[in-house]
């Protein structure tokens, strides 16, 4: 059976990604950081991993780019999950039994408008939304409630005291795949890339770069500049692009290759609709 990597344990939003990405089932390792996770991908202790990227809301988690490229994965898939936060507790409690709410810092600041109304809780960052259920489980924690996916309460036996709390409802986020690179473990029609460059500091070269993709056909849907910590004030691009023809895409990945500093092609794949959490 095929053994996937996952940040944060069962029922997670990680979790969820992965039982819906392989329905015929996979061995799920449960990695308490995106580190730890690109490590066993690395290593070749799992033979896949899933990872959020970025957020509709908060945007990008610029670590994990450069997880990606330092390690060498190669993206062969990404999926899209609506994000539901739900406040969760022991069976026989009520929302004014709770004292404190764990989370993860990104759940909590997806809520907090919800507890401007309850202000006598105290708000807890923790490491991930699903752990902080199965603990609430496993030690019959009283007077503590979590933020996570429906799923981690039906997970951990919980009763979720209030459903959607997130502020914002148009909340998503984006996991893609990794496989260690030449794999051959893609699927799919390929229609979309991510790419990393670097440009030259003469003026106007990452302009001369995007006419390259938009006079190939490429339809940009994100970029995002990270600093290169080896080079002060210089920064790497990681660009997505959508394609109608893979021979379009590779014409431009041709000229690029030519006219920047540096390229590489993180990954070729299916480009995917959004799909709803909490099914």
């Given at each position: 059976?095929?053994?996937?990597?996952?940040?944060?344990?069962d029922?997670?939003?990680?979790?969820?990604?992965?039982k819906?990405f392989y329905p015929?089932?996979v061995?799920?390792?449960h990695?308490?950081?995106f580190?730890?996770?690109?490590?066993?991908?690395s290593?070749?202790e799992?033979?896949?991993?899933?990872?959020?990227?970025?957020?509709?809301?908060a945007?990008?988690?610029?670590?994990n780019y450069?997880?990606?490229y330092?390690?060498?994965f190669e993206?062969s898939a990404?999926?899209?999950?609506?994000?539901s936060h739900?406040l969760?507790?022991?069976?026989?409690?009520?929302?004014?039994?709770?004292?404190?709410?764990r989370?993860?810092p990104?759940a909590?600041l997806q809520?907090a408008?919800?507890?401007?109304?309850?202000?006598?809780?105290r708000?807890v960052?923790d490491?991930?939304?699903?752990?902080?259920?199965?603990?609430?489980?496993?030690s019959n924690?009283k007077?503590?409630?979590a933020?996570?996916?429906?799923?981690?309460?039906e997970?951990?036996?919980l009763?979720i005291?209030?459903?959607?709390i997130?502020?914002l409802?148009?909340?998503a986020?984006?996991?893609?795949v990794?496989?260690r690179?030449?794999?051959?473990s893609?699927?799919?029609q390929?229609?979309?890339a991510?790419?990393?460059?670097?440009?030259?500091?003469?003026?106007?070269?990452?302009?001369?770069?995007?006419n390259?993709l938009?006079?190939?056909d490429?339809?940009?849907t994100?970029i995002q500049?990270l600093p290169?910590?080896e080079?002060?004030?210089?920064?790497?691009?990681f660009?997505?692009?959508?394609?109608?023809?893979v021979?379009d895409?590779?014409k431009?990945?041709?000229?690029?290759s030519?006219m920047a500093?540096?390229?590489k092609?993180?990954g070729t794949?299916e480009?995917?609709?959004?799909?709803?959490a909490?099914?």
């Amino acid at each position: 059976m095929k053994k996937v990597a996952i940040q944060g344990v069962d029922g997670s939003n990680h979790y969820i990604v992965a039982k819906a990405f392989y329905p015929e089932g996979v061995s799920l390792s449960h990695c308490y950081s995106f580190t730890m996770l690109a490590e066993q991908l690395s290593s070749g202790e799992v033979d896949e991993a899933i990872m959020a990227i970025e957020n509709s809301i908060a945007g990008a988690i610029l670590p994990n780019y450069s997880l990606i490229y330092q390690n060498d994965f190669e993206i062969s898939a990404e999926s899209y999950l609506s994000i539901s936060h739900n406040l969760m507790a022991l069976p026989e409690s009520t929302i004014d039994d709770i004292k404190e709410v764990r989370s993860h810092p990104m759940a909590l600041l997806q809520c907090a408008a919800f507890f401007q109304n309850h202000k006598s809780i105290r708000l807890v960052e923790d490491d991930d939304t699903a752990s902080v259920a199965a603990r609430i489980q496993e030690s019959n924690l009283k007077g503590v409630a979590a933020i996570a996916p429906k799923v981690a309460a039906e997970r951990y036996n919980l009763k979720i005291l209030s459903p959607n709390i997130q502020t914002l409802t148009n909340n998503a986020t984006r996991f893609v795949v990794l496989n260690r690179t030449n794999s051959k473990s893609k699927s799919g029609q390929i229609n979309k890339a991510s790419v990393r460059f670097v440009t030259g500091h003469k003026r106007g070269s990452l302009a001369t770069i995007l006419n390259v993709l938009s006079d190939c056909d490429m339809n940009l849907t994100k970029i995002q500049s990270l600093p290169i910590v080896e080079t002060p004030w210089k920064y790497a691009f990681f660009v997505d692009v959508t394609f109608e023809k893979v021979n379009d895409f590779e014409k431009a990945a041709t000229a690029l290759s030519i006219m920047a500093e540096e390229f590489k092609v993180l990954g070729t794949y299916e480009n995917q609709l959004l799909k709803s959490a909490d099914k």
